[in-house]
């Protein structure tokens, strides 16, 4: 009776194989290791790249025992931490020709040592949170209303200038937070500004209230799915400007994720100095728009063969060509509520568009009229130094507030060039509202303690099991064996992030995994005692313990998934690892420990005994009680 | 070896309303503490800065706090962590102080007095995230309690879920009541920690329900009190190996697992020693009170014996 068929013992070597296969990437350790990534949107690491790293490091006859190419960064591992510095050293200089603007990124990092048969068949070790490998971690907090009170302001702009245009008269536009309001005075002008608002601003909704006795306000809302898309964006734009700022950091695995609707979280592994990061990401690019000074002088100090005018500074645009530009600043980033690519609609060239506010389209309309056929820079500051973006020629007065700028660009210059206008100004601005700095001795030793409290942990409970139940304690700590490897097999394959909650997390999973072979144990001894056959006792004491263990496992399945659903950061780390050990365990303790049992003891057909300690037997009918009636039944 | 050689069933229940008794004084003990003292919260829901800073030496704690002090904080709180060369310093949240200011500040402060202190670990915590994180933790045992119940009164009846949660929540009262007094930080990991325990707790008041079902269909003459005695009494042994079991994995992470987990382990060695209490003890005699009856959990008294399609056909010996 207590024979496993085959494809049950195939399912257990099975799963031990891929529990063995996945969680074998995280024995092997981490070794020192650069990483070469892009630092600009605009070059891409590739294979020409990694031929460049190569060679660079073979005349420098360092030795890396592996080199590639993994998504977008090339990776060399060393042996030595030393080998690892002077590496990055060669590669720099092999790579970034330009100090003040490198175009990659070197950076220190650690990478698994895991064979590469290993990584083919796509078993990476798990990786480490911040507690476990020091770093700093923020999370942000998009200011919403701000952007949605900036987006509120660029339309009543809109509104203002389209009003004008159809001749619709109005008594005046404000904006009250973030609704627009239209004074008019009759029915017919409010009918009017109404169609209108239809027609033209898909964004807005309107809603008339009638205003005392002197006319009419038509109230404009932006509309659900527009307010949701400008924080979409708000969100999206800011996690940009993060990774441009980040890049500079030389951060070689940072995480910007997007938390909730408006928040942004930033891990920066590896990272001390907090003070320098935050002063980084608080960072604002600020945006000008001064005109182009043409005049011969310049053209001069243009080539370099001239001082440079007075009243005007020199800048340099991105492919290192200096211009002179007056000092005199025309706009700046403030008045750019939006830059986005598209296209001209004539000549289908790559276009960049720029909406500008009600006051920026007023002073864009007079400058551009006063200087027709003249250019004008657009450029962009940042660690107070300036880069032109764009120089694009006056072609004819522009009002209205939306600029295209077009010419001689392909599709991703101008992608990078609208990208750029936009970091000029965060859509909205951000706040810190958590933060934390581990050190890295800190987090090693969090990783011992961790490994500590587990192993002792479960040497206490195998040393107690094997002493107790003898072969079947034997079983039972295999069984809780297989349950470990396979929650860091589990583990592994889903990438998880392992904290030192975490680990807690697996510690307690192993306690109470063992729960269930105490159980089945028990029951055995039992049937033992009320005089069943070691055969017939083994069968009965699983089958009678497993409605028990999934009924006990279930409910504390459910607290676990509660907390998965509602807990964050800490809370959530502890979950998954809970969830994910309840149910290995149920797979472990009782199938594959079963499994053992059957393998042992299961062929032989005149089995005496079962080694299962002592199991004590009340002597005597007189004594006969409700706990021993119980099992002779 | 064998451990335990009951010869006959614990009358437990005789003294079901001196427990109860007994429990009910603890609870409302830990309820008083709670409302009088009130829980010293972590810095992950109060909001605010917290810095630890390890010395080469002995830290004299006083001086760290005279000279954090004299930068004009109000209401900080210095003290060991862990070590006797690691302090822990906490700062509450200041207007118009970014938390970054604050931490250099005092590191700075520190530095010139010793050049030897380093910066271990910081932690801020906006005001706004600790509000969420009070409302997620009572969401979620909010979640628990219902699901349990739900769960169980689908298995066995409403009886036994009531009285499993009234007797688990009582374990988390009865922690929370141990922190408050001792004042004990309670962190995010500890709030985790209290919650599995309530998991935990009820797997245990599980385990013996199912043997009051089991014993119910055993023994027709038996008396409801007859057969929770015999169920606490046959579980008694798994019982008490399975929780020395646990909390041996816990005490490794008490001793082991560094100050981190100091909290965290301490709560569930509570949760454990009153999960076994009150499962034992409180969820039998509730459930006993609520009037659990043969007929609640054996719904049809003749029936084919192993029934495949009867989701209790395997407690059929």
């Known amino acids: ?633 | 070896m064998e451990f335990f050689r009951i010869r006959k069933d614990i009358p437990f229940m005789k003294y079901a309303l001196v427990l109860n008794a007994v429990s009910f004084i603890t609870f409302a003990l830990a309820v008083f503490f709670l409302l009088t003292r009130g829980l010293h919260l972590s810095v992950e829901f109060t909001g605010g800065t917290v810095m630890e800073v390890a010395y080469q030496q002995t830290a004299d704690i006083g001086k760290v706090r005279d000279k954090v002090a004299s930068l004009g904080y109000s209401d900080v709180v210095v003290q060991n962590f862990g070590t006797s060369r690691d302090v822990m310093i906490r700062l509450p949240v200041q207007k118009g102080v970014t938390s970054a200011q604050q931490s250099e500040q005092v590191l700075g402060a520190l530095q010139a007095e010793n050049p030897d202190v380093t910066l271990r670990r910081t932690e801020f915590v906006g005001p706004q995230v600790g509000e969420e994180l009070v409302h997620g933790g009572l969401m979620a045992l909010a979640m628990v309690v219902l699901g349990i119940v739900i769960y169980l009164a689908f298995r066995f009846e409403w009886k036994f879920g009531v009285a499993a949660v009234i007797a688990n929540l009582h374990d988390v009262v009865i922690i929370l009541g141990f922190f408050a007094f001792f004042q004990w930080e309670f962190s995010l990991a500890v709030l985790a920690g209290v919650l599995a325990v309530l998991g935990y707790s009820v797997n245990e008041s599980v385990v013996i329900f199912d043997r009051i079902r089991e014993a119910f269909r055993k023994f027709r003459k038996l008396s409801t009190h007859e057969v929770i005695d015999h169920a606490i009494t046959s579980t008694m042994s798994r019982t008490i190996i399975t929780h020395a079991s646990t909390e041996a994995m816990v005490l490794s992470m008490f001793f082991f697992g560094g100050p981190s987990l100091h909290y965290f382990a301490l709560a569930l060695t509570i949760g454990i020693l009153f999960g076994i209490y009150s499962s034992v003890f409180v969820a039998a005699a509730i459930a006993m009170w609520l009037g659990v009856k043969r007929e609640d959990l054996v719904k049809a008294p003749v029936r084919k014996e192993g029934d495949p399609n009867d989701p209790n056909s395997g407690a059929v010996v």
């Open chain 1, 1 to 633: 009776m207590n024979r496993y068929p085959v494809w049950k013992y195939a399912i257990i070597v099975i799963a031990l194989l891929v529990g063995v296969v996945y969680t074998l990437p995280n024995f092997f350790g981490e070794a020192p290791a650069v990483q070469v990534s892009s630092a600009k949107s605009t070059v891409k690491v590739d294979d020409a790249v990694l031929q460049k790293v190569q060679t660079a490091l073979q005349a420098a006859s360092l030795p890396t025992d592996h080199l590639a190419l993994e998504g977008t960064s090339v990776r060399a591992r060393f042996d030595t931490p030393d080998d690892q510095l002077k590496a990055k050293d060669v590669i720099q200089r092999a790579l970034i020709t330009d100090a003040t603007d490198p175009a990659y990124i070197v950076a220190l990092n650690l990478v698994s040592r895991s064979p590469d048969w290993l990584t083919a068949l796509g078993a990476k070790p798990m990786y480490l949170g911040l507690d476990l490998r020091g770093g700093v971690h923020f999370m942000l907090q998009v200011d919403m209303q701000a952007a949605l009170t900036k987006k509120a302001e660029s339309l009543a702009g809109d509104l203002r200038t389209m009003l004008r245009d159809k001749n619709i008269r109005h008594g005046g536009i404000s904006r009250d937070g973030q609704t627009v309001e239209v004074r008019v005075r009759d029915q017919a002008t409010l009918m009017a500004a109404r169609n209108l608002i239809a027609d033209q601003f898909p964004d807005l909704q309107a809603s008339d209230v009638p205003d005392g006795s002197d006319g009419f306000v038509l109230r404009a809302t932006i509309k659900p799915e527009a307010l949701r898309k400008v924080q979409e964006q708000a969100l999206k734009q800011n996690m940009t400007t993060l990774h441009n700022r980040i890049n500079e950091l030389g951060v070689a695995e940072p995480v910007i994720q997007q938390q909730g609707l408006d928040r942004i979280v930033v891990q920066l592994p590896g990272v001390q100095d907090t003070a320098k990061a935050k002063d980084i990401l608080g960072r604002t690019a600020t945006l000008e728009v001064r005109m182009v000074d043409e005049s011969s002088e310049a053209r001069s100090a243009e080539m370099g063969s001239g001082p440079v005018p007075f009243g005007t500074e020199k800048y340099n645009d991105r492919n290192g060509q200096s211009l002179i530009v007056k000092k005199q600043v025309v706009l700046t980033g403030e008045n750019l509520t939006d830059a986005q690519p598209g296209f001209d609609s004539q000549t289908q060239e790559p276009t960049v568009n720029l909406t500008l506010d009600a006051k920026g389209s007023r002073i864009f309309k007079d400058v551009t009229r006063e200087n027709v056929g003249k250019r004008m820079a657009i450029i962009l500051f940042e660690k107070g130094k300036g880069e032109v973006v764009t120089a694009p020629v006056i072609r004819s007065e522009i009002g209205g507030g939306r600029v295209q700028i077009s010419g001689r660009m392909t599709t991703v210059e101008a992608n990078d060039t609208s990208l750029l206008l936009r970091a000029g100004s965060l859509a909205a601005p951000m706040e810190i509202i958590e933060e934390y700095t581990i050190g890295p001795s800190l987090g090693a030793d969090n990783i011992n303690r961790g490994i500590h409290s587990v192993v002792w942990g479960m040497v206490a409970i195998a040393v107690f099991m094997c002493l107790y139940y003898m072969v079947f304690g034997v079983i039972s700590t295999i069984a809780l064996g297989v349950n470990v490897l396979l929650l860091l097999a589990i583990l592994s394959m889903l990438q998880a992030t392992l904290t030192l909650p975490g680990i807690a997390a697996m510690a307690l999973a192993i306690g109470v995994a063992i729960d269930s072979n105490v159980l089945i144990n028990e029951r055995i001894r039992e049937e033992l005692r009320g005089g069943a056959s070691p055969q017939a006792a083994i069968q009965a004491g699983y089958e009678n313990a497993w409605h028990t263990i999934l009924d006990s496992n279930v409910t504390t399945l459910i607290a676990g998934l509660a907390l998965l659903a509602f807990g964050t950061g800490v809370v959530r780390g502890f979950a998954v690892v809970h969830c994910i050990g309840i149910v290995t365990s149920m797979f472990s303790a009782v199938f594959f420990s079963r499994g053992l049992v059957n393998l042992w003891y299961g062929r032989r057909k005149k089995l005496k005994s079962v080694s299962i300690g002592q199991v004590w037997k009340p002597e005597g009918d007189d004594h006969r009680s409700v706990a021993s009636r119980g099992n002779s039944n």
